[in-house]
Nanobody, 122 residues
Framework: QVRLEESGGGLVQTGQSLTLSCAVS????????MGWFRQPPGRQREIVAL????????HVVDSVKGRFTISRDDPNNTVYLQMNNLKPEDTAVYYC???????????????WGQGTQVTVSA
């Protein structure tokens, strides 16, 4: 059974940084694309960043380009999201998951963690 545990969120001011962690158990992530998602208040969950196996190929959405960096530590089955220069519009619950694709619905994933809340004050 896959379990995902996100951590590292918090309340910060505009311009500050946070590093989120996602610890995965029940499945080795080393052959999977991993992704970070976020769900702002009252809005749908959206993908923010992807990282392919090996860690060299990463993608982030335009709204966080130059500010967010995704990385992975496969021996420890963990994925990270370094978030710099945070803005109020980054406020959301952040989640990670395995093998994200645009076609998948939320219920198509085997499991979701509880997420970690990021709140950025103006």
């Amino acid at each position: 059974q896959v379990r995902l545990e996100e951590s590292g969120g918090g309340l910060v001011q505009t311009g500050q940084s946070l590093t989120l962690s996602c610890a995965v158990s029940g499945r080795n992530i080393d052959t999977y694309v991993m992704g970070w998602f976020r769900q702002p208040p009252g809005r749908q969950r959206e993908i923010v960043a992807l990282i392919k196996w090996g860690g060299q190929d990463t993608h982030v959405v335009d709204s966080v380009k130059g500010r967010f960096t995704i990385s992975r530590d496969d021996p420890n089955n963990t994925v990270y999201l370094q978030m710099n220069n945070l803005k109020p519009e980054d406020t959301a619950v952040y989640y990670c998951n395995i093998d994200p694709t645009p076609e998948k619905r939320i219920e198509d994933y085997d499991a979701w963690g509880q997420g970690t809340q990021v709140t950025v004050s103006a």
